[in-house]
């Protein structure tokens, strides 16, 4: 396991209802809305997914929606068909590249049925209205501009095989698979009016079955021509004995000039160096746990002086041991191993050390016409050692660590695994948060900190958890709002929801969510440069103790009180749900008027609420359910126990008889009082107790019981439609449906 980390499990706040949560979907359908592209300037988001490609304002995703739909041709879908690849999911026109081109189109392919195919896309600044025949038209803005071009070494054939894309001035470099069999991968350069470059062909030394997840201009220096193209991706490596392939994450960079070699390399990357990525955990006993596979990568500036933070989601499939983490890099550190030693081997079965001989100048990786190379201007100027340099030796000695050579986060033994991240630097009143989007899974969101621990131990925590959708593939950061895709649409979450924590100051205090502080009246989004004197805010220690003096804090120590029903020698169950998954629970008892006290063994305290077994006369009484969080106690429930009457019970159990032949040998006047408000909620009670008892039993594949209660009570409808007609005059009885009724006795 992974000792040294304190892991939160336990039940989330699941916010399922959200005031700022806007969704967009073309249809039910699975349409793997997989890349999302952020046009800041004019505020729209371009999606692309099967078929179709959408243009959002970002403002508001569900408002004005622009669709443009682009199948495959009728022809290829045949052709894909014959070829045996699955028609529902491999033959659609997967759109993988959406990348803007210049002010007025964008460039678009897709995989067209396994035939990748690219377009222009007008992509409409505004609304044009032209007249046609004498009457004005409103001209679609956002449209196919160009007759589609092949868009082979621009988008992998297969659409579960990952594309990755940038575009420089209107050149487009991606990384994808170049074949319809999916075993020739590239980093390539197309679309561009230089030569086409590419990595060296079916070399396992550049790149071996890579699985690309993302790419980024990232600046080195100043110089713009030192700038570099970062791709992230894992891969499969051979280790020396030559026999087992581990995945490994890597990156690999090259310098956009690069337009290859003159005599070696010609149409290769002269420029292309890869170095691997670690996110592990060291145990006490010194070994080292790998999280290997790269699943997503979020860039984050800083204003710190190391600037650029990369933050990798991994995960690990190793048999023994399962889970994610996410795991942040300083570019800084990223440049300092491509600044250091070379791999070096003198064959396949040898060892890997650091090279030791002489580097060629300039030294292999560097761009030409840059801070270093003024006099270099394109890469065919380079000296043929430096080419020979980097074909035999593109990988670099040392790995990258994280930033404290550990993960920020660390899952293991949960139920899902973390599949997609974005981070917002927060300024709060105890300082700057990094504050956490990670995507599940099973369709959430977590939201949460990492909060400043001491050296040996992270401390994450969980502030809440979305239900989005199935899958999460991606999010976007962007003014104050993320975006979330997935198989079946886009969601718009505003990234402060400080509603959410409720009314209370000591609510708010303890969400300990950066976004949010108590201002005297409400939770409410924090400004860190905002002068409101009675703001109240404690991230790092959260204690309403402190923060909230004065705002009435004893009312936490009270709870409305609640009447609860139980049959006697039957399980019952009393409700408490903390507010925090961060509180620890206890319960008190109150029979009489006697003192409060702990209760006996033979009551369960859950998650979710206490559980008696076999609940008798003496159980009766008031139940508290008491939380502590940081040392702030309060009342979440307050449960008035009575046990129903042997009696009462009887009538229901009764083996001999129906219900309907009991409820037709007494007076509905009998029955009316049968079915009192209070008892027919205990009916209720005790029904829902049978049927989760037999839903249990089904589960344990036992057969389950005749149970004394299956009548006809079909029969018994009437009866109580008719008490349910009366019911409805009279507000102060608790209406119950009969479907409600019928349901539980089913
Ligand atoms: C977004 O637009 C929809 C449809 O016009 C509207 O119902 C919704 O309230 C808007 N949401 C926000 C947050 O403005
Ligand atoms: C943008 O590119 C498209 C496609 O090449 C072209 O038709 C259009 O005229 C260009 N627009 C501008 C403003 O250059
Ligand atoms: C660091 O945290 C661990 C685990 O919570 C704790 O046992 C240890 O005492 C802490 N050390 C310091 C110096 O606070
Ligand atoms: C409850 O259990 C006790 C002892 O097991 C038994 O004597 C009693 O009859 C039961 N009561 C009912 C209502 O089943
Ligand atoms: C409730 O108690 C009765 C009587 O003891 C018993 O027959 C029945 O199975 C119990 N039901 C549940 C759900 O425990």
Redesign the pocket.
């Known amino acids: 396991g992974v000792g040294a980390y304190k892991l939160l499990f336990g039940p989330f706040l699941l916010s399922r209802v959200f005031a700022s949560f806007e969704h967009y979907s073309i249809s039910d359908k699975a349409m793997d809305y997989r890349i999302l592209h952020v046009d800041e300037d004019q505020d729209r988001m371009y999606v692309g997914c099967k078929d179709h490609v959408l243009s959002m304002d970002i403002n508001n995703i569900t408002d004005g929606t622009l669709k443009v739909f682009w199948p495959a041709s009728n022809s290829k879908i045949e052709e894909c068909q014959m070829a045996g690849k699955d028609p529902t999911h491999g033959c659609g026109n997967f759109i993988r590249v959406v990348q803007p081109y210049n002010r007025t189109h964008m460039f678009m392919c897709g995989s067209g049925a396994y035939s990748p195919v690219c377009v222009y896309i007008n992509r409409g600044r505004r609304p044009e209205v032209r007249v046609v025949y004498g009457k004005w038209l409103q001209e679609q803005v956002f449209h196919i501009d160009s007759k589609s071009e092949s868009g082979k070494g621009r988008c992998s054939f297969n659409p579960e095989v990952n594309t990755v894309s940038v575009m420089l001035n209107q050149e487009l470099f991606s990384g994808m698979y170049i074949d319809f069999m999916g075993t020739d991968s590239a980093i390539f350069r197309s679309l561009t009016k230089r030569n086409a470059v590419r990595t060296d062909q079916h070399n396992s030394k550049w790149l071996s079955e890579p699985i690309f997840i993302d790419a980024h201009l990232i600046p080195d220096g100043t110089d713009p021509n030192d700038a570099k193209l970062y791709f992230f991706f894992r891969e499969r490596l051979t280790d020396n004995s030559g026999h087992t392939k581990n995945i490994h994450t890597m990156v690999a960079r090259v310098c956009p000039n690069d337009i290859g070699g003159q005599r070696s390399l010609v149409n290769k990357w002269t420029t292309f160096l890869k170095a691997r990525i670690v996110c592990s955990v060291l145990e006490e006993d010194g070994t080292e746990t790998h999280f290997d596979e790269l699943e997503n990568v979020f860039l984050l500036e800083t204003d710190q002086p190391k600037g650029l933070l990369v933050f990798g989601v991994f995960t690990s499939t190793s048999s023994v041991f399962k889970g994610s983490a996410v795991c942040m890099y300083n570019m800084a550190d990223i440049l300092t191993v491509f600044n250091g030693p070379f791999a070096h081997r003198d064959g396949p079965n040898f060892q890997w050390v650091a090279f030791q001989g002489r580097i060629p100048y300039p030294r292999p990786g560097t761009c030409p016409g840059g801070a270093f190379t003024p006099d270099i201007h394109t890469t065919k100027e380079f000296p043929d050692d430096v080419v020979t340099f980097v074909r035999n030796h593109p990988v670099m000695y040392n790995p990258i660590y994280p930033v404290g050579r550990r993960p920020l986060v660390v899952r293991t033994g949960a139920d899902y695994k973390y599949t997609a991240v974005v981070v917002d630097q927060v300024a709060a009143a105890d300082g700057n948060y990094q504050v956490l989007f990670l995507g599940t899974d099973k369709g959430t969101i977590q939201k949460l900190i990492v909060l400043p621990s001491n050296q040996s131990v992270h401390e994450d925590l969980i502030l809440e958890e979305l239900e989005v959708f199935k899958v999460c593939y991606l999010s976007i950061l962007f003014s104050q709002q993320l975006y979330v895709s997935s198989e079946y649409g886009v969601s718009q979450v505003s990234l402060h929801r400080c509603q959410a924590y409720g009314e209370a100051c000591a609510d708010c205090c303890l969400a300990r969510d950066p976004y949010c502080a108590w201002d005297g009246l409400s939770c409410s989004r924090f400004y860190p440069t905002g002068k409101r004197r009675s703001r109240r805010q404690d991230i790092i220690h959260g204690n309403p103790l402190t923060q909230c003096r004065g705002f009435n804090l004893k009312a936490y120590r009270n709870a409305a009180e609640m009447m609860q029903y139980g049959?006697?020698?039957?399980?019952t169950f009393l409700e408490c749900i903390p507010k925090s998954p961060q509180a620890s629970i206890r319960w008190l008892i109150q029979r009489d008027n006697d003192r409060r006290k702990e209760l006996s063994d033979r009551v369960v305290s859950t998650e979710h609420g206490l559980l008696i077994r076999s609940v008798q006369l003496s159980d009766q009484g008031l139940y508290y359910c008491l939380t502590t969080e940081n040392n702030f106690k309060r009342t979440v429930a307050k449960i008035r126990l009575r046990v129903l009457s042997e009696a009462m019970?009887g009538l229901l159990?009764d083996k001999q008889q129906s219900p309907w032949a009991w409820a037709s040998s007494v007076h509905p006047k009998v029955l009316l009082s049968a079915f009192s408000p209070a008892e027919s909620m205990a009916v209720q009670q005790?029904c829902k107790?049978?049927q989760?008892?037999k839903h249990l039993q089904q589960r344990q594949q036992q057969p389950p019981?005749p149970?004394?209660l299956r009548g006809d009570l079909a029969k018994l409808k009437p009866l109580l439609d008719r008490r349910k007609s009366r019911n409805r005059h009279s507000l102060n009885q608790p209406q119950i449906s009969v479907t409600e009724m019928k349901c539980s006795f089913r």
């Open positions: 049959v006697k020698n039957n399980t019970v159990t005790f107790e049978r989760e008892q019981h149970g004394p």
